[in-house]
């Protein structure tokens, strides 16, 4: 697989959870990486990119100021840290490499993982 997310769950509102992807070499190197969620009876929507040194980033603005992302290129790894999260938050979350025009927030590739779940209550 291109893409395998983990680290999902369910966690009460105001809590914190991190999410990991780990990509193939192919699709990880040079690329900026981002994060994407679907959440029940709606489309799949762009959370957060960040370019391939790491220096730049993106955040939609539901969620600026409370998810960061990273990568560790020598793992090949995306990260998602979310942090204060509200009930809104809960979706089937992916990664996938990105436009490297971070506010485009577009996949570059119509091709996913099986995503991780967050469930946030309230």
């Known amino acids: 697989a291109q893409l395998v997310e983990s680290g999902g769950g369910l966690v009460q509102a105001g809590g914190s959870l991190r999410l990991s992807c780990a990509a193939s070499t192919r699709l990880f190197r040079a690329n900026a990486m981002g994060w994407f969620r679907q959440a029940p009876g709606r489309e799949r929507e762009f959370v957060a990119a960040?370019?391939?040194?790491?220096?730049?980033?993106n955040y939609a603005d539901s969620v600026k100021g409370r998810f960061t992302i990273s990568r560790d290129n020598a793992k090949n790894t995306v990260y998602l840290q979310m942090d204060s999260l509200e009930p809104e938050d809960t979706a089937v979350y992916y990664c996938?490499?990105?436009?490297?025009?971070?506010?485009?927030?577009?996949?570059?590739?119509?091709?996913w993982g099986q995503g991780t779940q967050v469930n946030v209550s309230s």
């Open positions: 996938n490499a990105v436009n490297p025009l971070l506010r485009i927030g577009r996949p570059l590739i119509d091709a």
């Open positions: 960040i370019n391939w040194s790491g220096a730049n980033t």
